[in-house]
């Protein structure tokens, strides 16, 4: 049944997903074994193969899909059993003000997703105001802002000042990324991480969450 | 053809679709099905093919995702869609041969052929990263010093007068026309007043090309780029710089730029993507020539080896079908100052030069550092040119390519980015210091000795 729900994630398939999810309820699997051990291994394993490009991003969409599919069977499942359960790491993501290419930033979104993160996704030419009310909202732990311009890098050191001069820089961890933006660049405006690629992104945000409490 | 008038029609009128359908279900799955019908292969030992139905399929199979396609307008989710008619005329009403520039500094611009042994015409400039304020002008003077560059395509300003340049911002328009007035001074001191500029990279929006419609700043004989958004999309922005452009006379340049790993898929599904790319970019807007930049997902380099089969099989898709004047884009992951740069530059000129495109180049470390000048734009050059005289064919051409690709592409994610343009320039008389000029002369023999060609 794990291997069901795994599969159902790699093929993409949602209806497969939801159905695989509810056998295993049926079956008496443990919802949050059924979430770790299935849909998370699938959706790594997804990561893993767009890694290799032996997969595209419409793929990798489409198992973020049919993983929601699931979840929304198992998460209610596993809560009623133990509410403390599922505990995720919240992120608000966002393409910066300025800049409408967002391939990059989606493809960090998914992985973070397919990593176990809880994605607040809110696109592309996202106003910095914006991205940090959301983050109030809901909580997030990390912001995580993307640009392809250089002309819109200068927005990132807005953002970070402006939670400075609202006395909110210490609640978030703020990571930052993006074709022409780089470690040294990250590190001089003061953000918290940076990623070269997806992969690099997601490994930096467990790194940051051990290292640096958001209070 | 489409007048740019029925482009905004179409955009406020088109069939409405939320876009991730369109990303999906639209680009995705056409791109998907079209590969697969069509039995389009990527061979890594193959980035120059010399497969004459494969290069032909992939143009029909683009063809056909122009038109189920079309283009989807961000602002107003309408699809905007041209006919086979309209298509068919926007290619026999592209133009083959273009004059570019003024004076004894203008060019013929033209569209090239498979294994053309015309010589190219030599784009110098780094467009990626943007520039300091404080280099850019001995920087643009570098390139423009080059006597065998022919047209300019140099990048944006990161800082103007001390402040950062925002997207959407005044500092658009300033930097601008700075990076303009700075091109025109180095046009100048070269000697070379009436050079072709393809320009205007400091604005994202429109604003900056509004600025510059002026004959201080940009004439009707410059070019601006024009880019679809990834994949097979625009936006009010795109369309209002075709607006501006048309009416002032200047050239309109399509800029394609799709992702491999993205929508579009792998490379065979990117090859597709770029030919209804260019089809439509030209009845959208009205472009006269064109830039081909794949991007591989991980890096912006364009010598990435199924970056360089998007070259290939793109450029010689369109001369075989459709004879667009391309620029293939020469973007490497190393910067100026080191050796592997040598390496990726020989590999990505002559995979363009071979298979129908003119080199514009370079810019460096996958875009993120400007560490790049003059001389090895002057390589690039040479290795052009010895490409197209000595009438290098496409099996030798890849037996060269696979060669110098394996001596880069495990390095590409970690390159050896180089140094900054003051470290490796006199920056009083702008030019090399003795130690990368000795590197210059150093890799341009040893490329030289392995690949047979005579630099």
Sequence with gaps: ?215 | MNSIWEVIDKAETGQYMEERDFDLNVVAKLCRDLVKEYGIKFDPAQIITSDDSMVDNVFEAGLRLALEAGIFCIDTKRIIRFDERDLREGTSSAPTSLIIGQGKDSRILYARGVEDERDPIICGGQAGAAIPEEWYLPMALSFMKEPLVDMINNGGLAVVEGRKVKTNTPLEIQATRRELRMLREAADRAGRPGIHLLAGESSVSALGDLAIASDKYMRTSDAHLVALLNELKTDNQRISKVVNFTEYGAHNVTLVDPIIGGYAGGPEGVAVCFIASFLLGRVMYGSEYHVIHPIHFRYMSTSAVECMWNLNIVGQAMSRNAPYILMGDVWTSAGAGSEMVFYEIAANTITNVVTGSHPLGCSATNGKYPHASGLETRFMAEVALETARSGLKRENANEMVVKLASLYKDRQAKPDIGKPFPELYDMARVVPKPEWNATYLKMKREIAEMTGLDL
Excluded: C
């Design chain 1, 1 to 215: 049944m794990l291997d069901d729900l795994a599969n159902s994630v790699i093929s993409g398939d949602a209806n497969r997903a939801a159905e695989a999810a509810k056998n295993a309820l049926t079956g008496g699997v443990d919802p949050l074994n059924a979430i770790t051990n299935g849909l998370n291994r699938g959706m790594k394993q997804v990561g893993e193969d767009f890694s290799k490009l032996k997969v595209y991003l419409p793929e990798v969409m489409m198992a973020a899909e049919a993983m929601k599919a699931a979840l929304a069977i198992l998460e209610p499942a596993a809560l009623k059993k133990d509410s403390t359960s599922i505990k995720k790491s919240k992120v608000v993501i966002a393409t910066i003000a300025g800049d409408i290419h967002d391939i990059g930033k989606n493809i960090v979104s998914l992985l973070m997703r397919a990593n176990g993160f809880e994605i607040y996704d809110l696109g592309r030419d996202v106003p910095i105001d914006a991205m940090i009310s959301k983050a109030m909202d809901v909580n997030a732990e990390i912001i995580a802002a993307s640009t392809l311009l250089s002309t819109s890098m200068p927005y990132m050191e807005d953002m970070i000042a402006l939670l400075k001069e609202r006395g909110l820089r210490g609640k978030f961890i703020i990571m930052v990324g993006g074709g022409p933006v780089t470690k040294e660049w990250a590190t001089s405006i003061g953000a918290d991480g940076y990623g070269d690629d997806g992969d690099e992104a997601v490994k930096v945000a467990y790194e940051l969450l051990q290292r640096v409490k958001p209070n």
